[in-house]
């Protein structure tokens, strides 16, 4: 049947106008699904209304008080009823294929795929997954493909990327935009309040400059996956991955998770500071150092409190 419809009487009607479904067809799905009017009357209003061959497929949810005018002019606008996904700054690729998989009548064409299984559909077949897709809110209509949401999310970093890298610092030890991504998600990740941001890419840029290792907990994490139970071990900081920053210099190979737009532009642009290191002090906020230490005084008080 070209056109499904179905309604409870307290709630809108839902509609669901497939490419080819013709105006006499609507009009019996929509009497069909609740409203209060003859098909052939309505059918016929679409006629003289010279709009009937504009009506767009799609789905939609329509209220029974709607008049028929107003019927019409939503459905020759092709105003859906859009739903909503999250992807939020600071995630993984795993959750972002969790949080597409719960997402309300979104199509899984992404399950039983590879990571990089997704990215050759996505049209970049060797590329890793991890950090590529820009996080934000992406609205979709009922029966979308979970693909089509991750495509908007790759062309929407492609975008954020390319701007940030254009306002990079002229002394920026990065050479070229991935790396800036992989800095960004580090940064991502490591700020706790929007203030120390750019001063936690500060250290990092230092830290890259001066050949240091980087030290930073996320990537170990990162590089432990699923493994992973929520206490980092000293174990595991000396344990040597491709991405234990305390075994291996410069950046990880690839992100570690999806940075935002404030995150890109402080790996590009960090703050003018002296310091090469920095401690949480618990209350999200960060105690930077110069010094080792300094740094180690400060450990001292923010982590073991002596």
């Known amino acids: 049947m070209p056109v499904r419809a179905g309604v409870a009487q307290t709630q809108p009607m ?12 609507v009009a019996q799905a929509v009497v069909q699904a ?72 979104l199509k899984g064409e992404t399950e039983g795929l590879s990571d990089a299984d997704i990215m050759a559909r996505l049209g970049r077949a060797g590329l890793p997954a991890e950090g590529r897709f820009f996080p934000d809110t992406y609205t979709y209509a009922k029966g979308s493909s979970d693909l089509a949401v991750l495509r908007r999310a790759l062309h929407a970093m492609d975008r954020r ?3 940030a890298w254009a306002q990079r610092a002229p002394d920026t030890p990065l050479k070229n935009a991935e790396q800036a991504l992989i ?14 941001r750019a001063y936690i890419a500060g250290v990092f840029t230092n830290r890259l400059r001066a050949g240091m290792l980087l ?13 992973f139970d929520g206490n980092l071990r000293k174990r595991d900081l000396q344990a040597d991955t491709p991405y234990n920053t305390y075994t291996r210099a410069g ?40 010094s080792l230490q300094e740094h180690n005084r400060a450990v001292n008080k923010y982590q073991r409190g002596k």
Not at 183 to 196: M, P, Y
């Open 14 to 25: 839902e509609l669901e106008i497939e490419p080819g479904t013709t105006p006499r067809g």
């Open 34 to 105: 609740g409203f209060a009017t003859d098909a052939r009357l309505l059918y016929w209003w679409f006629r003289l209304s010279g709009k009937d061959r504009g009506i767009k497929a799609g789905n939609y949810e329509i209220p029974l008080d709607t008049s028929p005018y107003a019927l019409l002019e939503k459905l020759v606008r092709g105003e859906e009823t859009l739903r909503a996904v999250t992807l939020v700054e600071g995630w993984n690729f795993r959750q972002v294929r969790q949080a597409l998989a719960r997402a309300e009548q």
């Open 161 to 163: 990327l390319e701007a």
């Open 183 to 196: 800095l960004a998600s580090i940064v991502e990740k490591e700020t706790g309040r929007a203030e120390d």
């Open 215 to 227: 030290q930073t907990d996320p990537t170990v994490i990162y590089g432990l996956g699923e493994k």
């Open 251 to 290: 950046l990880p190979p690839t992100p570690i998770a999806m940075p935002g737009r404030a995150a890109l532009l402080a790996a590009v642009q960090p703050a003018d500071t002296k310091a090469l290191y920095f401690v949480a002090r618990g209350d999200g906020s960060s105690h930077f150092s110069e």
